[in-house]
C-alpha cells in the first residue's frame, strides 16, 4: 500500500507511519470490485480520494469478477497505531440491485439498540464511510454511464472474533465489527477515536433509558463496580483515563446517576484537578494528598510519610497499612470536582479502589434537586 504523501505533522506523531481505518479500506475495496464488475477485469490497485482531498492507493490483496457479482479484498493497514482490526481482510462484493444497499456479510455486525448514527437493523457501516463510498464508486459510475443501483456487501475475514476486543458488544452491534472512519486515516495512538466510543457509549445509555452507568478507569475497577451492581454491558463506559471528555459530554447529555469507578493513583489526580489522568499528563501529588490527609485529621507523623512518599504505590501502602481513611476523602474530592463541571445536573458517586479491586474510598450519591 502506498502512502501517496500523507505525511504526519504532529511533533509527538512525527515518526509514527499512519494507517487507513476500516471505511477507507472498505472504499478501496468498493472501487475496485465495481471496476471489476463493470469491465470484467479488477485492477491490482486503486486509488480512491478521501473526504480531506488525500488519494492514497491500495494493493488489491486477492478479487474475482464476473457479470452478475464481483469482489475485491483489501489488507488493512493501521500504521503503528495498536489497532485490532490491523491486517484483517475486508471483502466487498458488489452484484446488480434495483437501487443503492448495503448488507453485513460475515464479520460486520448489525445494529441491535438505537442511539447509534445508524438505524436498529441495519449493518454497522456509520454514516462517513457510507458518503466515501458512494462518492467513490460514482465517479465509477460516470466514467462507464451508469446508474448506481447497487447492493455493496462488506466481510471482514474473523471480524466476529475481532469484534469481542472491541467496545461492539456493549454498544449493541451483534455479530462483528463496524466499519469506521470520518477522514479515513488512523492517527497512531490517537485519543478522539476512544472518546468517540466514550460518547457513542453514552448515547446508547440514554437511547435505551438507562438512568445508571459507571464510568470506569481501568478492568480492575471495571470488575468491581459490575459486581457490586450487577451492571450489564450496556451501563459500562470505558472511561480510560479521559475523564473530562467523559463528564463534558455528560453535561451535554446527562444520565440521572453516574459512577466513577477508579483506582487509587487516578481517583488522586482527579481529586486534584486533573482532567487527563494518562501519566505522561498529569501525576500524583503527594503534598496534595497529605494536605487532604491534614483536614482528615490523620495523624501529622503519617501526613509527613505521605508527602515523602516517591509513588501513589507508595502512598496506598501507607494508607492500607495504617487503616486510614484517607480513600473517602480522595473520593469526595474528586466528587466535587466533578460537580463543579456538570453544575449537580448528575448524581455522582465515586468509587476508589486499590489494585486487587477492595474498595478504599466512597463519595455516595446525594439525591439532586432540578
Known amino acids: 500500500m502506498k502512502n501517496n504523501g500523507i505525511r504526519n505533522t504532529d511533533e509527538d506523531q512525527r515518526e509514527l507511519r499512519r494507517g487507513w481505518t476500516t471505511g477507507a479500506c472498505a472504499t478501496a475495496a468498493a472501487k475496485a470490485s465495481y471496476i471489476g464488475f463493470l469491465t470484467g477485469q479488477t485492477p491490482n490497485e486503486v486509488q480512491i480520494t478521501l473526504p480531506g482531498g488525500q488519494t492514497p492507493?491500495?494493493?488489491?490483496?486477492?478479487?474475482?469478477?464476473?457479470?452478475e457479482i464481483s469482489m475485491a479484498a483489501i489488507e488493512k493497514d493501521a500504521g503503528d497505531d495498536p489497532d485490532v482490526t490491523h491486517g484483517a481482510i475486508i471483502r466487498v462484493t458488489i452484484c446488480s440491485s434495483d437501487k443503492l444497499t448495503y448488507k453485513a456479510g460475515d464479520g460486520v455486525g448489525k445494529i441491535t439498540k438505537p442511539g447509534l448514527p445508524i438505524s436498529v437493523g441495519e449493518p454497522a457501516?456509520?454514516?462517513?464511510p457510507r458518503k466515501m463510498i458512494e462518492q467513490n464508486l460514482q465517479e465509477v459510475a460516470d466514467q462507464y454511464g451508469v446508474r448506481l443501483n447497487l447492493e455493496i456487501r462488506i466481510s471482514i475475514d474473523n471480524g466476529a472474533i475481532l469484534a469481542e476486543k472491541?467496545?461492539?458488544?456493549?454498544?449493541?452491534?451483534?455479530?462483528?465489527?463496524?466499519?469506521?472512519?470520518?477522514?479515513?486515516?488512523?492517527?497512531?495512538?490517537?485519543?478522539?477515536?476512544?472518546?468517540?466510543?466514550?460518547?457513542?457509549?453514552?448515547?446508547?445509555a440514554r437511547a435505551n433509558g438507562i438512568n445508571h452507568v459507571a464510568a470506569c478507569t481501568g478492568k480492575t475497577s471495571e470488575k468491581a463496580v459490575t459486581s457490586q451492581y450487577n451492571f450489564e454491558p450496556i451501563s459500562i463506559l470505558d472511561m480510560g483515563d479521559f475523564i473530562g471528555g467523559t463528564i463534558k459530554y455528560l453535561k451535554l447529555n446527562p444520565i440521572p446517576r453516574v459512577t466513577i469507578?477508579?483506582?487509587?493513583?487516578?481517583?488522586?489526580?482527579?481529586?486534584?484537578?486533573?482532567?487527563?489522568?494518562?501519566?505522561?499528563?498529569?501525576?500524583v501529588d503527594p503534598m496534595f494528598i497529605a494536605s487532604l490527609a491534614a483536614k482528615s485529621g490523620i495523624k501529622e507523623n503519617l501526613c509527613n510519610k505521605i508527602r515523602l512518599a516517591n509513588s501513589a504505590?507508595?502512598?496506598?501502602?501507607?494508607?492500607?497499612?495504617?487503616k486510614l481513611t484517607l480513600g473517602d476523602s480522595i473520593a469526595k474530592a474528586a466528587q466535587k470536582i466533578i460537580n463543579k463541571i456538570i453544575k449537580n445536573n448528575i448524581d455522582i458517586e465515586v468509587l476508589v479502589y486499590d489494585r486487587q479491586g477492595d474498595r478504599i474510598g466512597h463519595a455516595p450519591f446525594k439525591e439532586f434537586k432540578k
Not at 492507493?57 to 457479470?67: G, T
Not at 452491534?173 to 486515516?185: A, C, D, H, V
Request: with cysteine; proline share 3%; glycine share 12%.
Open 125 to 128: 457501516i456509520n454514516p462517513g
Open 166 to 204: 472491541t467496545w461492539n458488544p456493549r454498544l449493541g452491534i451483534e455479530g462483528g465489527l463496524s466499519i469506521l472512519g470520518t477522514t479515513g486515516i488512523v492517527i497512531p495512538y490517537s485519543c478522539a477515536a476512544w472518546i468517540a466510543s466514550i460518547h457513542q457509549g453514552i448515547d446508547v
Open 261 to 283: 469507578a477508579s483506582g487509587f493513583g487516578k481517583a488522586s489526580k482527579l481529586a486534584a484537578g486533573h482532567m487527563d489522568l494518562h501519566s505522561k499528563r498529569s501525576q
Open 57 to 67: 492507493i491500495f494493493l488489491v490483496k486477492e478479487s474475482h469478477s464476473s457479470k
Open 313 to 322: 504505590g507508595n502512598i496506598l501502602e501507607i494508607i492500607v497499612k495504617n
